[in-house]
């Protein structure tokens, strides 16, 4: 029925719900080339710690961060403070890695340049904070 090399069709229907009733194992095994017992899934209780940020987008600081200080240690102007408070930015919110042009640029004010710049050292306060050199 079959010439050559090429092997018979998996027997699919096997599978199906008339198999449930199965004697050769539990609902859905049915078929020999599984097992007879259903894999068990373990009993993990996650703990959820309050120091666990609300979003994956916001990491955990060590600390309190305000945003005079973090413009101050990475060397923004009351400029740029003043157009990243418009904004609502908050040192360590990842989220300002997904605004829109029409907001940064459009809302906020900053050049492409200049928003570019914020992007890359507020990138360095993160990676800072995550590597524990923030304290």
């Known amino acids: 029925m079959y010439p050559g090399l090429y092997a018979p069709p998996f027997p699919f229907s096997y599978m199906h719900n008339h198999m449930a009733a199965s004697s050769s194992g539990p609902a859905g095994y049915g078929h020999p080339f599984f097992a007879t017992t259903r894999p068990r899934t373990p009993n993990v209780q996650v703990e959820v710690s309050r120091s666990m940020p609300s979003s994956p987008m916001k990491i955990p600081l060590p600390r309190p961060v305000s945003l005079d200080e973090f413009c101050d240690i990475y060397g923004?102007?009351?400029?740029?403070?003043?157009?990243?408070?418009?904004?609502?930015?908050?040192?360590?919110?990842?989220r300002v890695e997904r605004l829109e042009r029409e907001e940064w640029q459009g809302f906020g004010g900053f050049s492409r340049l200049a928003w570019e710049d914020f992007l890359q050292k507020h990138k360095s306060f993160v990676s800072d904070v995550l590597a524990g050199n923030w304290n």
């Open 76 to 94: 923004f102007g009351d400029e740029v403070k003043a157009r990243l408070d418009k904004l609502g930015v908050q040192p360590g919110d990842r």
